[in-house]
């Protein structure tokens, strides 16, 4: 098996890194360089004070003359010693605001790229390594100080050594390179495993989050699911250690192979300085200054290539950030032809539409042909898994199709930028979410600039503005009691009102109701259905339901069966067709007359 070559060289990671550091906040890249100044101008000082005092003391200096000295160094040390604490506590705070700010790109990368992406696995996957490796860019402008650091005090201490046989420099850098070369060898061994650790990790967040969620909570308890999803949840955990053990060998045998190579250099150093001694007349000051400059040197060295080390492994992992922040968009986000949604008619063709999941075996739809004209009220309707929210999928622009064209007006929709194709459509989905925030902020979909009269107008026209106004607090009032203490409760109907009050809200051109009603019963949906209809009015609306009876007022219903468009016709002309849609038909309407009829008896 060919292993793949890392996507970015540690250089270019770090310079990636420093630039982006640079251009959020200079003073990152300021406090660094301070950090490296101030710790190698300790280490320097600290080396010359004790070769300093030993000179004095071979030419008889007096008592006073060595306390100077002392206190000299010493004052320097502390004045050094503060300035570097400074700026580590400065630099602590710094990188730890720049882990938020890689955060925020990675969740602004989810919400952001394309819908297609998101439900494939090999964004999810590159999802999970980034989020792995989410919180270790401090880590990394850590080891960039280090190595930064080890730099400048190689270069300093190198020039201290220039009396010192070359033999010895070259004998340290040998010695060192085994350790470097074992490092680098155990990081490339995890970088090309860590789809295993990626895959665990998943799993278990996955198991652990959807475990404590309340959707699950009756089934945990009736089904006595705690057992099994403990054992699920422990051998992912012990298959994630098992790995992290692997890892962990690796660094083992690296160390050891560095710490012999740190055995030998230590012992040829020392032999070759007593020499230097005892036949080659290397004074006692001397002697200590160059034994605290060779193993300070070789600290240099060993730091440089460890740093290289080290770094290289961080930048294995931010590799797997940057990856996935770059992770590729086939949609016009950023250029395309605009769109400005404004009071003209808008348009909808499907021509020659087929479309094929990413993995699946075969088309969800194939060969679709429809035009819905501006200001129609079009229902898509057929059983659980026709393929009906898949037709709307690629009428929203979230797909574009595996063959044929969408276009809007006309014109292929890959043309426009899709951000502005997207505010052409409000859409009220079977999946809906309710933020944090106020009822206005909800139905608004924005924290600044809501216009507080339409948010009431619409809340008057969903029919909630009642409801709404017996909370203390009126449409500022919290939502989720769960992250609020004072939040407020909507039933499941009063929910789907709040739906409509922000569909309402955006006034956009195309309406979009995909099954949002799915949970209540065929009348309320019936009820709600209409009441769309009639606040919608001259939009362009499209209706989906697997209830046939719901949507039996708008102009044109579409039948999708066996992944076409079986029938299309109004609900009168498709029961006096006898085809599909009135078997269909009649097959609800028995299922609820007899439900009526139970009812009844009881």
């Known amino acids: 098996m060919t292993k793949k070559k890392p996507t970015y060289t540690t250089y270019q990671n770090t310079a990636h890194l420093l630039k982006t550091a640079w251009y959020w906040d200079k003073r990152i890249v300021l406090i660094i360089a301070a950090q490296i100044f101030f710790t190698v101008a300790i280490s320097t000082v600290w080396i010359f004070l004790p070769a300093t005092v030993v000179e004095r003391i071979i030419n008889n200096a007096t008592a006073e003359t060595l306390i100077f000295t002392v206190l000299a160094f010493t004052v320097a040390i502390v004045v050094l010693s503060a300035l570097q604490t400074w700026f580590d506590s400065i630099a602590q705070m710094r990188r730890s605001l720049f882990n938020i700010y890689t955060m925020f790109q990675i969740r602004d990368k989810v919400i952001d790229t394309d819908y297609v992406n998101l439900e494939m696995q090999e964004f999810t996957d590159a999802k999970s390594k980034a989020q792995n490796f989410m919180y270790m860019t401090n880590s990394i402008f850590w080891h960039i100080q280090g190595l930064?650091?080890?730099?400048?005090?190689?270069?300093?201490?190198?020039i201290l050594l220039t009396a010192v046989n070359p033999l010895v420099v070259l004998i340290s850098a040998a010695t060192?390179?085994?350790?470097?070369?074992?490092?680098?060898?155990?990081?490339?061994?995890?970088?090309?495993?860590?789809?295993?650790e990626a895959a665990y990790n998943k799993r278990i967040f996955n198991i652990n989050y959807n475990g404590q969620q309340y959707g699950i909570a009756k089934d945990v308890r009736l089904y006595k699911m705690l057992?099994?999803?403990r054992r699920i949840f422990w051998r992912n955990i012990a298959r994630a250690y098992?790995?992290?053990?692997?890892?962990?060998?690796?660094?083992?045998?690296?160390?050891?192979v560095a710490g012999v190579g740190n055995l030998i250099l230590n012992s040829i150093v020392y032999i070759y300085l007593i020499w230097q001694v005892l036949y080659e007349n290397l004074t006692v000051d001397a002697f200590v200054l160059m034994v605290a400059a060779v193993f300070g040197f070789s600290g240099w060295f060993v730091g440089i290539l460890g740093g290289i080390a080290e770094l290289s492994e961080f930048s294995l992992r931010f590799c797997r950030i940057r990856e996935f922040l770059n992770f590729p968009d086939k949609f016009k986000q950023q250029d395309g032809e605009n769109i400005t949604p404004e009071d003209i008619p808008y348009s909808l063709t499907l021509e020659n539409v087929s479309l094929q999941y990413s993995g699946a075996a075969e088309t969800t739809l194939d060969n679709i042909n429809l035009h819905i004209n501006a200001g129609e009220n079009v229902a898509i309707v057929g059983a659980n898994g026709a393929g009906k929210t898949t037709l709307v999928k690629l009428l929203c622009g979230f797909y574009d199709p595996t063959s044929g064209v969408v276009r809007l007006n006309g014109k292929d929709i890959r043309e426009y930028n899709r951000k502005a194709y997207y505010r052409l459509f409000t859409a009220v989905f079977q999946n809906f979410n309710i933020l944090p925030n106020t009822i206005a902020e909800n139905i608004a979909q924005t924290v600044e600039n809501i216009d507080f009269d339409r948010v009431n107008h619409c809340l008057e026209l969903a029919e909630l503005s009642e409801k709404i106004a017996t909370f203390p607090d009126?449409?500022?009032s919290h939502m989720l009691k769960e992250i609020y203490l004072d939040g407020v409760v909507l039933?499941?109907?009063?929910?789907?009102?709040?739906?409509?009050?922000?569909?309402?809200?955006?006034?956009?051109?195309?309406?979009?109701?995909?099954?949002?009603?799915?949970?209540?019963?065929p009348i309320a949906e019936s009820r709600l259905y209409e009441?769309?209809?009639?606040?919608?009015?001259?939009?362009?609306?499209?209706?989906?339901?697997?209830?046939?009876?719901s949507t039996r007022f708008c102009d044109r219903i579409i039948l999708i069966d066996n992944k076409q468009i079986?029938?299309?016709?109004?609900?009168?002309?498709?029961l006096a067709k006898g085809g599909k849609y009135a078997e269909l038909f009649e097959i609800q309407s028995k299922y609820y007359r007899e439900n009526a009829e139970s009812l009844e008896d009881l």
Do not use: C
Request: charged share 20%.
């Open 566 to 574: 079986a029938e299309m016709g109004t609900h009168e002309e498709l």
């Open 474 to 476: 009126g449409v500022n």
């Open 242 to 256: 098992k790995f992290t053990r692997s890892v962990e060998t690796r660094h083992w045998l690296a160390d050891i």
């Open 227 to 229: 057992p099994w999803i």
């Open 491 to 521: 039933s499941g109907g009063e929910t789907q009102r709040l739906m409509l009050a922000r569909a309402l809200y955006k006034n956009a051109p195309i309406l979009i109701l995909d099954e949002p009603t799915a949970a209540l019963d």
């Open 148 to 158: 930064g650091t080890n730099i400048l005090g190689f270069i300093v201490y190198l």
């Open 176 to 196: 060192t390179l085994l350790g470097m070369f074992a490092r680098i060898w155990a990081n490339r061994w995890r970088h090309s495993n860590d789809h295993i």
């Open 531 to 549: 009441r769309y209809n009639e606040l919608a009015s001259g939009r362009t609306s499209i209706y989906i339901s697997h209830r046939l009876a």
